[in-house]
Every structure is written in structure tokens, then in C-alpha cells.
């Protein structure tokens, strides 16, 4: 019933939802502002970064992002920043992921953005709020990024949420390669000395696991996933 609406209506039923849901989960701070708009400052220094390679090079998101400054105590959402990912704000039809298989709609391929994204904030310790595994292990060996350290991000549903819980304001900045994308987070300092990854397989297949991160000599659970093969179950 859902896709006989107008697509107007649907959106706006989203962003309601994603309010809502927002507000249930005490998301109520400060959220960080566009470019341009919140005064950002230049980092003297880059204190983490991640580079994923470029499989599906449509999406068009990096003007929006590049430049963000996250102040302490300030939220960031994927989506707040990004906006509605159609073909009336410059954005192109794409392969992603629907129901355990590989489909096509607008905005396709945000995830190598928005994963490259979550592994940079999780190098800056930015402390995650909400973020999203695949459903499915579409690319095999070939997967941009590692299981467990991706993020998909869907439109009024899936958002990837961050909050800077140091003292220490980050910009971050955005650099896009034709074979590769690359987030990087810059400030004065850094607020950890010693962050490392890591994520264990919890099944023989590899599609169970689970992401650590070692902060300051503490070693902290991100996540737990589960990933299906393309067209089996979600």
C-alpha cells in the first residue's frame, strides 16, 4: 500500500517517523549545521581518516558533507546534512540493496560514502548513535569495505548518527578520487592516542560478527552483524 502513495507523501511520512524516533532515543541536542552555515574551522591536524575504493560511483553527496564541523556535545545525522537523495537534487539511479537482492533507485551508492564515513568516526572516537549493517554480502571478496565496518544508510528509515562526546571540535572533509573516497576528521588535538578495530568472525562463514574498538588501552563492543548471501533470506 506504502508505494501507491504519491512520493510526497511518503517522504514526509518518513521524515515524521525518523522524528519521532529521534526523540525516543534522546537525540535532542545540538545537531550539526551544513557547511558554510556553522562558523567551521580548520583542524591544525587530521586525526583519523578511511578510504574506501569507488565500486558505484553515483552518488553526489560530498559539497554537503565537506566542511562539517561537529562541536563538542554536537550530533551528526547522514541525512539531516544530505537531504533527499532524488533525481531533483542532482542525484542518479544506482544499484543498492532491496529485500536481500541487488536493485536499482535513486541515490544508489551512498553507502561507500557513508560507510567510509562510519569508520572515520570510529577512528576519531566519536561515539555512534545509530548505524546500519547491509542485509546482505553482495560483493564477496570484492566488498569495499570489510563485514562489520559498513554502514547503509536508506532515506527517512536508516541514518547514520554520530555524537562528539570530547572536548575538541572536528571538521570533517571529504575527498573524492575517481577510483576511491576518502573521509578524514581534522582538529587541534587528538582526543584518543592509542584506537584500533578490529572484527571477529562469529559463524565459519564470516557473515556472523563482531566490531571492537580499543580506545586509550579499553576495548569497547561497536557491534554485532549478521549478513545473508544475495537472494537468500535478509
Not at 576511491?180 to 582526543?191: G, L
Not at 578490529?198 to 565459519?204: G, I, Q, T
Amino acid at each position: 500500500m506504502r508505494a501507491l502513495l504519491p512520493s510526497g507523501v511518503r517522504h514526509f511520512g518518513a521524515r515524521q517517523r525518523r522524528a519521532l524516533r529521534d526523540w525516543w532515543h534522546g537525540r535532542l541536542g545540538q545537531w550539526a549545521a551544513s557547511p558554510g552555515s556553522n562558523g567551521a574551522g580548520n583542524g591544525v591536524q587530521r586525526i583519523a581518516a578511511y578510504t574506501c575504493p569507488i565500486l558505484n560511483p553515483a552518488f553526489l553527496v560530498r559539497s554537503r558533507l565537506d566542511g562539517v564541523t561537529l562541536h563538542p556535545g554536537e550530533l551528526f545525522s547522514f541525512w539531516r546534512l544530505v537531504g533527499r537523495p532524488d533525481a531533483a537534487h542532482g542525484f542518479k539511479v544506482a544499484s543498492n540493496f532491496i529485500g536481500g537482492r541487488v536493485g536499482f533507485a535513486e541515490g544508489g551508492g551512498i553507502c561507500q560514502l557513508s560507510s567510509a564515513l562510519y569508520n572515520a568516526a570510529l577512528l576519531a572516537v566519536l561515539e555512534i548513535l545509530e548505524r546500519h549493517a547491509h542485509s546482505i554480502d553482495a560483493y564477496g571478496a570484492n566488498r569495499y569495505v570489510p563485514l562489520g565496518r559498513d554502514a547503509t544508510v536508506v532515506h527517512g528509515y536508516k541514518d547514520l548518527q554520530f555524537r562528539n562526546a570530547t572536548a575538541i571540535p572536528m571538521t570533517l572533509r571529504i575527498r573524492i578520487q575517481p577510483d576511491a573516497v576518502e573521509t578524514a576528521f581534522f582538529a587541534p588535538d587528538s582526543p584518543s592516542a592509542d584506537v584500533q578495530i578490529e572484527v571477529d568472525a562469529l559463524s565459519p562463514d564470516g557473515l556472523r560478527t563482531r566490531t571492537r574498538r580499543r580506545r586509550n588501552g579499553q576495548w569497547e563492543v561497536v557491534s554485532q552483524d549478521r549478513y545473508a548471501l544475495p537472494g537468500g533470506p535478509a
